[in-house]
Nanobody, 120 residues
């Protein structure tokens, strides 16, 4: 069984920084893309950033220049460094991984989510 566990959320003032981390564990054969989504109250879940196994990145326009996604393929982890945070960044952030289990079963897996609140 595969698990994705996030950490690093919390309360931060506008202009501050937070770093989210996510570790994938279990019977993993290979991980393709990893990424972060977020969902604010009353809004749809949206892609924040993603990164392929080769290191190619994609960012939502709203976070470009402020957020940086990175991953450690050896440790099956992905991180999101968030700088210059704004109140509109407040949301539950979810880690996601497109992976293949050792059983051969594959798909998109999700973490349980971590709350990020940007407020003074």
């Amino acid at each position: 069984q595969v698990q994705l566990v996030e950490s690093g959320g919390g309360l931060v003032q506008p202009g501050g920084s937070l770093r989210l981390s996510c570790a994938a564990s279990g019977s993993i054969f290979a991980i393709n893309a990893m990424g972060w989504y977020r969902q604010a109250p009353g809004k749809q879940r949206e892609l924040v950033a993603s990164i392929t196994s080769g290191g190619s990145t994609t960012y939502a326009n709203s976070v470009k220049g402020r957020f940086t996604i990175s991953r450690d393929n050896a440790k099956n982890t992905v991180s999101l460094q968030m700088n210059s945070l704004k109140p509109e960044d407040t949301a539950v952030y979810y880690c996601t991984a497109d992976l293949i289990e050792r059983s051969g079963y594959g798909g998109n897996y999700w973490g349980q989510g971590t709350q990020v609140t940007v407020s003074s």
